[in-house]
């Protein structure tokens, strides 16, 4: 049974940074490329980023780009978002989710495999 769990959420200051995590298990995040989503209230789930199965390609959506990082630990089977710099609108429920098309990783409808989330609230 494929499940990805996220964590590492939370409530921080305007400028402040949260590191959160994936963790899999069911299969191997190598084989798959994850993507990083969010969910703000009231809004579309829009993608954040996309880390290729390699590790060679990573892209961002254009409201992070700069601020955030996607990286994998193998050992772990664990895909990490940095985010730094965080602003109010960067609130809002962070999923991960596994694609086997890269085309498609910044689209919410080319994703299959889906995290419960993690709730990240920027406020001062």
């Known amino acids: 049974q494929v499940q990805l769990v996220e964590s590492g959420g939370g409530a921080v200051q305007p400028g402040g940074s949260l590191r959160l995590s994936c963790a899999a298990s069911?299969?191997?995040?190598?084989?798959?490329?994850t993507g990083w989503f969010r969910q703000a209230p009231g809004k579309e789930r829009e993608g954040v980023s996309c880390l290729s199965a390699t590790g060679s390609l990573i892209k961002y959506g254009d409201s992070v780009k700069g601020r955030f990082t996607t990286s994998r630990d193998g050992a772990k089977n664990t895909v990490y978002l940095e985010m730094n710099n965080l602003q109010p609108n960067d609130t809002g429920v962070y999923y991960c989710?596994?694609?086997?098309?890269?085309?498609?990783?910044?689209?919410?409808?080319?994703?299959?495999?889906w995290g419960k989330g993690t709730l990240v609230t920027v406020s001062s």
């Open positions: 989710a596994t694609t086997n098309m890269y085309s498609v990783c910044l689209r919410s409808s080319g994703m299959k495999n």
């Open positions: 069911g299969i191997l995040l190598e084989e798959y490329h």
